[in-house]
């Protein structure tokens, strides 16, 4: 997992902030599907593996200890809720339904 570590480090970048956390785990639980996480580890596993990695970076990075505080209270008590909602989203009927009515939009605009 690597790569999980050095995307992560690599999109933070110097001055991390909740704001790019909030954009970029989307993005990697997305990303940890799509390399098929799903036949080998659990909802709960790859959530666990996203909060550490981003944990990890943010310890290494050198900053102000109450940024640094702040963020750290953030992983822990509130980024699992928003994943939750993120997914539970993402899997839900209405957001397939959307999903599905907007690619039926773009293909007939598109062609």
Do not use: H, W
């Not at 790569?3 to 956390?21: A, D, F, H, S, W």
């Not at 954009?23 to 709960?44: D, R």
């Not at 996203?50 to 750290?72: Q, R, Y």
Request: glycine share 4%; net charge positive; aromatic share 8%.
């Amino acid at each position: 997992m690597n790569e999980l570590y050095n995307y992560v480090k690599e999109r933070l970048g110097e001055k991390p902030t909740i704001q790019k956390i909030i954009v970029i785990a989307p993005q990697i639980i997305k990303s940890l599907q799509e390399i098929g996480a799903n036949q080998y580890m659990s909802g709960q596993e790859k959530k666990l593996l996203l909060f550490e990695t981003l944990s990890k970076v943010i310890n290494e990075i050198d900053m102000d200890p109450n940024e640094k505080k702040n963020i750290e209270e953030f992983i822990d008590n509130e980024l699992p809720f928003i994943v939750d909602s993120i997914v539970f989203a993402y899997k839900s009927e209405i957001f397939k339904q959307i999903k599905n009515k907007a690619r039926k939009c773009i293909g007939r605009c598109c062609k």
